[in-house]
């Protein structure tokens, strides 16, 4: 019987579990799916923004998996950190261990002002609304008038249409009460969603980008002479210049917008700016809060980056959202690669001093960079257990424990195991009912570990 530890049940976890399981070639299999948190599916239940309840319905398809008789759900077990079991405990206590912690961090900006009150990072701000229970308390989207989202991901866009949206149209979701009450009574009514290369440059998908022109109360603005110092935007208009399909549709977007008639503004609406060429250099400071961001305008430098013009431009903001992308965290224990914020490997197995270490593997995030959809995970994870299962005739001749959870436990863990889920999912789902919403998610760890356990 091959024993195998996950580390960690979001997706990229989920999906190397699955294959496991569809190995012929392992016919005895068992699965310790661990994960940090008491709560599985990682940033499909703590990233994936509450409104995309269609994607937010994988949780179902990961949940088939981990039912499965072969795995066992150990919630609120860390790998690696000072409580947590160390990637040398886990290598003894099973044949192979695959590590898919994700990039839990997020990328500095590297400005000044970046740590005032006010300015977040997107991370924290979903981290809030996701109902996370590391999450800070946030007053921030009640104070502002005025935000400014730097990047142009999809994260920026799920920040920026999360601003936008009112309490109404977030009830049906399971976001927390205090973020559901907080935005319900923000008076932002301006949010600039900021580029500092051109609009073909822009990371976020079409379907996300078309997302936030159908907001209900938001009204989408572009400046098409933005746009049009992309060569790119000036070549599509044009005839059949070969640009990537995704570019081409989102500049058709773009060009829609740009191309609407001016409007009078209606009450209450929230306008969202999309802007391009600006590299925010500077936070700007009054009463000890962001109060705005300094851009340099920027212009193509002809080989796909920007230069600098010369030119700046201030844009007035109490919140600063940095939506500059994720990255990976070292997991002591582990070696890692701090320039890309990745662990070493090859073809999934962990590089340990210029070898692989047989027996550890990692996918996912951790593996190859914060990038790609929920569905990117699974050719990811495809090609680790391909590289674990080729080991396989190797690692599992040496004897590991029968039950690693018992010795866990004697160690002082107290792992929330799959009932233990399923009591927080009721747990859930009674507070949603208490307050005539559907499944309001619990925000905080004690509140977790007593659903847990059962308790209140
Ligand atoms: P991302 O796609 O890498 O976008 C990061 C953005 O930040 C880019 O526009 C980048 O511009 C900009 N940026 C980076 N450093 C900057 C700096 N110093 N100053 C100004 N701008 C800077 O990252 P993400 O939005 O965090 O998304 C991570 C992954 O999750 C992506 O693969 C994304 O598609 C996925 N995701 C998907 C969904 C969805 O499918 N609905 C939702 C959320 C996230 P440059 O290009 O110029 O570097």
Known sequence: MLRVAVVGSGPSG???????????????????????????????????APDHEKIKSLQSSLRTVLEDDRITFAGHVEAGGSGGVSPARLKELYHAVVYCVGAAADRPLSVPGEGLPGSLSATEFVSWYSAHPD??????????????????????????????????????????????????????????????RGPSAARFTTKELRELGALPRARIIVDGAELALDPAYAAAAGAGEPLPAVVRRNLDVLRGWAGAPPQAAADGERRIR???????????????????VRFAR????????????????D?????????????????????????????????????????TS????????IKRGPTGVIGSNRSCAKETVASLVEDAPLLVGREVPADPLAVLRDQGLRPVEWDGWLSIERAESALGRSLGRGRVKIPDWSGLLDAARGGP
């Open 274 to 292: 999309l802007r391009f060429f600006l590299r925010p250099v500077e936070l700007l400071e009054r009463q000890g809060r962001v109060a705005g």
């Open 298 to 313: 920027t212009a193509p430098d002809g080989s796909g980056g920007v230069r600098d013009t010369g030119e700046h431009e």
């Open 358 to 365: 047989p027996g550890e593997y990692v996918a996912g995030w």
């Open 14 to 48: 989920v999906y190397t579990t699955q294959e496991l399981l569809r190995q012929s070639r392992v016919p005895e299999v068992r699965v310790h799916v661990l994960d940090r948190l008491p709560t599985p599916y990682g940033l499909v239940r703590y990233g994936v």
């Open 135 to 196: 999450a800070a308390a946030g007053d921030f989207a009640l104070l502002a008038r005025s935000a400014v989202v730097i990047g142009v991901g999809n994260v920026a866009v799920d920040v920026a249409r999360m601003l936008a949206r009112g309490a109404a149209e977030l009830r049906g979701t399971d976001v927390p009460r205090a973020a559901l009450d907080m935005l319900g009574a923000s008076r932002v009514r301006e949010v600039h969603l900021v580029g500092r």
């Open 315 to 355: 844009v007035e903001a109490q919140l600063v959202l940095r939506a500059v992308g994720y990255r990976g965290t070292p997991l002591p224990g582990l070696p890692f690669d701090p320039v890309h914020g990745t662990v070493p490997h090859v073809a999934g197995r962990v590089v340990r001093d210029g070898r």
